[in-house]
């Protein structure tokens, strides 16, 4: 059985950091896309970024310069350092991957991790 879990989240200033990590477990043959997600109180899970594991990134135009996402494939690991942050960014930070195991795909999501930033 696959599955994410993701840790680094908190309460930080606005202007702090951050950094996220999700990592892959289980019966993994390959990862394709790894993402990060993330849904404010009231609004839709939108796209933070993207990374393939040939390293392609692609970011929401709200966060490019501030947030960097990037991946250890032999660890199956997606990390999100997030810097100069916003009250807006406060939500609900979810990780999500392409995952190939011996016998399906599954498109995967972690259960999220809470991310505050306070003005």
């Known amino acids: 059985q696959v599955q994410l879990v993701e840790s680094g989240g908190g309460l930080v200033q606005a202007g702090g950091s951050l950094n996220l990590s999700c990592a892959a477990s289980g019966n993994i043959v390959y990862i394709n896309l790894m993402g990060w997600y993330r849904q404010a109180p009231g609004k839709a899970r939108e796209l933070v970024a993207t990374i393939t594991s040939g390293g392609r990134t692609n970011y929401a135009d709200s966060v490019k310069g501030r947030i960097t996402i990037s991946r250890e494939n032999a660890k199956n690991t997606v990390y999100l350092q997030m810097n100069s942050l916003k009250p807006e960014d406060t939500a609900v930070y979810y990780c999500?991957?392409?995952?190939?195991?011996?016998?399906?795909?599954?498109?995967?999501w972690g259960r999220g991790t809470q991310v505050t930033v306070s003005s």
């Open positions: 999500n991957a392409g995952i190939y195991s011996r016998t399906e795909y599954v498109d995967l």
